[in-house]
């Protein structure tokens, strides 16, 4: 059957099992909308390509499955390209498929429509795939390394233009599943055993796990019982231990009390992380008095400024999986408890230590962080945006289970938590998820709110309304800099949400906080809900 390249590249996505894409239609993608309807793919439409691109993003956060975003050439593009860089920062699989004017056109500057001088080297520094396909041929062929290499080692966005001229042209390829097999790097035994020989002869072990270890969850269980030792995590790796767990020193990285433990420790394994600066805030390296072992599915990270004592190049299940093995043959299956966590007095002493030090408007975001984990079921999902309140979440939101808190770290983006909950709900409809954002943060992305009011979906989207840009003006302070810039005029957020057809609300205590959200979850629709901030700090 002749059809269009466009629907022929549709028709391959709804193959490989791309069953939504986010976009706005615009002149040069419309062949791309041409095949959507047959191909019954879900289009949800978005007010700007950033938005698309953060809800593909929280799409495949939530679901691990990856979504599309279409775009336009030239500045659907550029748009979308602070998603995007928030999405290779945190090893997220994202498909950007984008227009590009002729083939006739490139580089030579002529001023047509949308020109960039070279549109796919521009997006090539930010994807960690970007291909240009000329032919239905390249199309299928793009697109099977765009999808495999979601599968294959660390996830990273792709992106597949399509010039005009080739959209509209014909073929009649028949559009095919690719082949899905994972194709992950294994440890060699020689990486495994040194690493079961440092673990086994190690008087204080600890160990650093991030978002590479969320797949593994109890296989890094099983290790941190049998060494008997403490974890600590990334904002990514938070709810790979239970609260509860004994072992759980929590998302503390930040704070010195963890970091001079870290230190004491003779041997710490680092699993799915890259111990990057967003991960401890306050450093751009953490400080290390021992031995360290690397487990990583990105080989750079293993070659690092960290200079790992052992490299065991491997996705985290594999690794810890046959460290566990080595480990129990090594040991006839005694377990090597060296008492030194029992010695430490355990997590609750240090989160002492840490939360002495709190002030009055960090113990006001923690009783407005309660009120959330009050309000919604057991695996309720937060998705938070770069906003003080998220900060201290990363340590103090309690979660038991991998992917119950989303944080953009890497990359560090304002404006990341309302589209990312949209994509997220998305996905996955039944699941309880909330938006978490600053006042100002919010305003960058604000207008996909309508998005979230024409899909129907019972959003809660909790604003933290410090009436600043509060980080900034801290940091100011601290470092004796006038307040300039760090105070604006906000809108009226409840006004503003009912214009747009949402539900809103404007709350100043813990208790009405928690009774908002649970209304929000039962509401047929978004609700917004202002919390002031200054209330909580009474």
Request: hydrophobic fraction near 45%; charged fraction near 20%.
């Amino acid at each position: 059957m002749s059809r269009n390249i466009g629907a022929y590249l549709v028709e391959l996505l709804a193959a490989n099992d791309i069953d939504t894409v986010f976009g706005i239609p615009g002149v040069h993608n419309l062949e791309l909308y041409r095949g959507l309807t047959s191909a019954n793919l879900r289009h949800v439409l978005v007010r700007h390509e950033q938005g698309a691109g953060f809800a593909a993003d929280g799409f495949a956060r939530l679901s691990g499955r990856p979504a599309a975003a279409f775009v336009i050439s030239g500045p659907g593009l550029t748009n979308i390209m602070t998603a995007v860089a928030q999405a290779y920062s945190d090893s997220v699989p994202l498909l950007v498929v984008a227009a590009a004017p002729v083939r006739a056109s490139f580089t030579k500057q002529w001023g047509v429509l949308h020109e960039l001088y070279d549109q796919a080297a521009l997006a090539a520094g930010v994807f960690g795939i970007a291909r240009s396909a000329h032919s239905a041929e390249d199309v299928r062929e793009h697109l099977r390394l765009c999808l495999a290499s979601f599968r294959s080692g660390r996830p990273r966005p792709a992106y597949l233009e399509i010039p005009l001229d080739v959209l509209a042209g014909t073929t009649t390829l028949e559009a095919r599943r690719f082949e899905g097999t994972p194709l992950l790097p294994q440890g060699s035994t020689e990486q495994i055993e040194a690493a079961a020989r440092l673990l086994s002869q190690a008087a204080r072990p600890l160990i650093i796990a991030g978002g590479g270890a969320r797949r593994a969850a109890a296989e890094l269980r099983r290790l941190v019982e049998y060494l008997d030792c403490p974890l600590v995590t990334t904002a990514a790796g938070k709810g790979l231990l239970p609260e509860s767990h004994p072992s759980n020193f929590g998302t503390s990285l930040p704070y010195p009390p963890i970091q001079r433990l870290i230190f004491d420790a003779d041997v710490v394994l680092a699993v799915g992380t890259e111990l990057g600066e967003t991960d401890m805030y306050f450093t751009t390296k953490l400080p290390l008095g021992g031995l360290l072992i690397r487990v990583d599915v990105d080989p750079v990270k293993l070659a690092d400024q960290y200079g790992a004592d052992v490299c065991v190049w491997s996705d985290a299940g594999g690794a810890l999986h046959a460290i566990n093995k080595a480990l129990a043959s090594r040991d006839q299956g005694a377990a090597a408890s060296t008492g030194w966590r029992a010695a430490l007095g355990g997590p609750a002493k240090f989160h002492a230590e840490i939360e002495r030090s709190l002030d009055s408007k960090t113990r006001a975001q923690w009783s407005a962080l309660r009120a959330i984990k009050t309000a919604l079921p057991w695996d309720g999902v937060v998705f938070s945006d770069m906003t003080q309140i998220a900060y201290f979440g990363n340590y103090a939101y309690p979660v038991d289970n991998p992917g119950q808190w989303f944080h953009p770290s890497g990359y560090g983006t304002l404006g990341f938590a309302l589209p990312a909950a949209i994509g997220a709900k998305i996905s996955t409809p039944a699941r309880a998820v909330i938006a978490l954002a600053g006042d100002f943060g919010l305003q960058f992305t604000l207008l996909e709110l309508m998005t979230a009011v024409e899909a129907g979906l019972s959003l809660p989207i909790v604003v933290w309304n410090n009436s600043a840009l509060g980080q900034i003006r801290d940091d100011m302070v601290a470092a004796h800099i006038p307040e300039l810039g760090v105070i604006a005029r906000n809108p009226d957020f409840v006004a503003l949400a009912k214009a747009c057809g949402a539900e809103s609300y404007r709350v100043h205590d813990p208790a009405a906080l928690t009774e908002a959200i649970r209304t929000a979850l039962n509401h047929e629709g978004p609700t917004l809900i202002e919390v002031i901030a200054s209330s909580f700090e009474k």
